[in-house]
């Protein structure tokens, strides 16, 4: 090997040696990259992990309060319910007490009473004969007025009505008073006992009881 040659050599070991340490350098370079991508991938990936963790315990959380909360407001509006109920009844309770003194102590009152109630059921009847169905107790003086009621009754609608009392049923004594007036063979029928008329008035009344109730909540 010439001179010449030797120097053509050196120079060719020069440039693989050169392209090996570039391939090397490139390749470290490409690694690193790849190794920064590769962190900031799981990185990323468990930003998300966490996320979603987080997300679902909140979710979680989130339905679990609200559960609570709708069992609570159940209970609290099942509680308001009972009171009230336990305060109708108290009230309907005294009521009929105070009917039954009323009855017993003030007659006349009581009798008066009747004979309205006895005349606003007829006036949704409307027939030209009824039956009126009573307690025992007030079957002797609504016999007694039965003129008197065809009059007021003739006068308020024109219908000289014929007034029957039914013999063959009674109202309870419970009812405390008050009639069932019937026409055509009871398939005409208007309940206006003393009992209904409460009940009505209670449903009345029901608004006024439970903004008592609410305002007692709070």
Avoid: W
């Amino acid at each position: 090997m010439n001179e010449s040659q030797k120097i053509q050599l050196d120079r060719m070991v020069k440039f693989i040696e050169f392209e090996a340490d570039e391939i090397v350098q490139n390749t470290e370079t490409q690694s690193e990259n790849e190794y920064h991508m590769k962190k900031k991938e799981m990185i990323l990936k468990g930003k998300m992990e966490i996320n979603q963790l987080y997300n679902k315990n909140t979710n979680l959380i989130n339905s679990t309060s609200a559960t609570m909360n709708a069992t609570q407001m159940t209970s609290a509006r099942l509680e308001i319910l009972s009171t009230r109920d336990k305060c109708i009844k108290s009230v309907l309770a005294d009521v009929n007490r105070e009917l039954l003194k009323m009855r017993k102590h003030r007659l006349c009152y009581y009798r008066e009473i009747l004979k309205k109630l006895i005349l606003q059921a007829m006036y949704q009847v409307v027939e030209q004969e009824v039956c009126l169905i009573l307690i025992p107790d007030d079957v002797e003086y609504v016999t007694s007025i039965i003129p008197e009621l065809r009059q007021i009754y003739f006068a308020d609608t024109g219908i000289n009505a014929k007034i029957n009392i039914d013999k063959s049923i009674k109202l309870p004594t419970q009812e405390i008073g008050g009639v069932i007036v019937t026409a055509n063979n009871r398939r005409v029928l208007v309940e206006n006992t003393l009992v209904v008329r409460l009940l009505n008035l209670t449903q009345q009344a029901m608004p006024i009881i439970c903004t008592g109730l609410s305002d007692k909540s709070h």
